[in-house]
């Protein structure tokens, strides 16, 4: 499952690739799930519109769209009502694509063969086209105006701001971590890193960690996250382009996936646990 490292790059990848190309036409799959926004909305607000830029919010793609030559109509899906501001011109609107477990969003020549399992096409203006292709359909595509993730971004939040989030909160810090209400996009092996990074059990509740604990937390995050991005830097083709190869790039363990191996610090082995459903992997002497 493509987490907040792979989704930067796959967004960077794209905005490399198709930034400032208009969607000419856009044709859907008939399979319901991958739609979250109504087909016909999709298709209005997706053809005739300039892509002015790729960027990630949480997990999300987020292409922002420039209406071209036509009138704004606006988003009119629920969510967008509720998510737009007064200050949000109605001609920008934007194209979000959640990944899910096995969604791609690949640049494609024409000609080159469909690919099984492809659930959306636009058809560019440069001739390319952009494909989703998602073979168990847990990904979502949807439009709308002036979208934010629910979370505050982990790579841009505040000290302040960041420790407030876990404020008074009883639940294990790692399940805190998944909460995308507070942090948006760190996901399950990027929690148990930074967690051991910062020496913190995952099952430590939030509001009995230090000031001094927290500060940790807060400075490992980003280390973890920004090394997994420097990583997929190199490796934006593998993702992004239609004859890349399937798979993510790996930031090297040190915990996540590694029970009963010796933890790379001290030695001892890593244990795993089951934290609201979710492996949780620490090194028992390194974490307090
Ligand atoms: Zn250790």
Redesign the pocket.
């Given at each position: 499952m493509p987490e907040l490292p792979e989704v930067e790059t796959i967004a960077r990848g794209l905005a490399k690739r198709v930034a400032g190309d208009v969607i000419s036409s856009v044709w859907l799959g008939s399979k319901p799930e991958p739609l979250k926004s109504p087909a016909s909305e999709i298709v209005r607000t997706l053809e005739s519109s300039r892509i002015k830029g790729v960027r990630r919010v949480g997990k999300h793609i987020v292409f922002d769209l420039i209406s071209e030559g036509r009138p704004a109509s606006g988003v009119k899906n629920r969510r967008a009502r509720k998510l737009s501001k007064p200050t949000h011109s109605l001609s920008d609107a934007q194209w979000i694509v959640h990944l899910g477990m096995t969604g791609r969003m690949v640049v494609c020549e024409p000609n080159e063969e469909i690919a099984k399992h492809t659930h959306a096409i636009a058809k560019l203006a440069s001739g390319r086209e952009l494909r989703f292709v998602d073979p168990r359909r847990f990904g979502r595509l949807s439009v709308a105006s002036g979208f934010e993730a629910p979370g505050v971004e982990p790579l841009e939040v505040e000290l302040e701001r960041f420790v407030s989030l876990f404020h008074g909160r009883k639940t294990p810090i790692k399940s805190a971590l998944l909460n995308q209400k507070l942090l948006s996009g760190v996901g399950n092996i990027y929690a148990d890193e930074s967690l051991f990074r910062a020496g913190i059990r995952p099952r430590r509740r939030a509001s009995s960690l230090s000031r001094e604990d927290l500060r940790r937390l807060y400075l490992c995050i980003p280390e973890v996250l920004k090394e997994a991005i420097e990583l997929g830097g190199s490796s934006i083709s593998d993702y992004v382009d239609s004859d890349g190869e399937e798979g993510f790039f790996q930031l090297q363990h040190r915990v996540y996936g590694r029970e009963g191996e010796p933890?790379l610090?001290?030695k001892?082995p890593i244990k795993r646990i089951v934290i609201a459903g979710r492996s949780s992997h620490y090194?028992p002497?390194?974490q307090k």
């Open positions: 933890c610090v001290c001892t090194c002497k390194c």
